[in-house]
């Protein structure tokens, strides 16, 4: 059974941090490129961030740009996203998401595995 597991949301200043992790079983992690992606109330789920199969490449979107990075460890079937000088407009629910070639974060329909989201909140 596939499970993607996001777990290090929470509520934080603007300007403070956040750690999200992604725990990834009963799929061959290593084959897959991965994503996170945020869905904010009234508006549709945005790719943030992809990193491809070993870690070579990663992608984000502009808008976290310098301020997100995305790893994964292939060891341990995990993903992260570390988040820096959050902003109000970070505020969403964050979902990890796996997806064969190609690693495309503007094509959510793409990802075939989606865990269940966290919650972050970014207050001014």
């Known amino acids: 059974q596939v499970q993607l597991v996001e777990s290090g949301g929470g509520s934080v200043q603007a300007g403070g941090s956040l750690r999200l992790s992604c725990a990834a079983s009963?799929?061959?992690?290593?084959?897959?490129?991965m994503g996170w992606f945020r869905q904010a109330p009234g508006k549709e789920r945005e790719g943030v961030a992809g990193i491809s199969i070993r870690g070579y490449n990663t992608y984000y979107t502009d808008s976290v740009k310098g301020r997100f990075t995305v790893s994964r460890d292939n060891a341990k079937n995990m993903l992260y996203l570390q988040m820096n000088s959050l902003k109000p407009e970070d505020t969403a629910m964050y979902y990890c998401?796996?997806?064969?070639?190609?690693?495309?974060?503007?094509?959510?329909?793409?990802?075939?595995?989606w865990g269940q989201g966290t919650q972050v909140t970014v207050s001014s």
């Open positions: 009963g799929y061959t992690y290593s084959n897959y490129c």
């Open positions: 998401a796996a997806a064969p070639l190609p690693c495309r974060i503007s094509e959510p329909y793409e990802f075939k595995y």
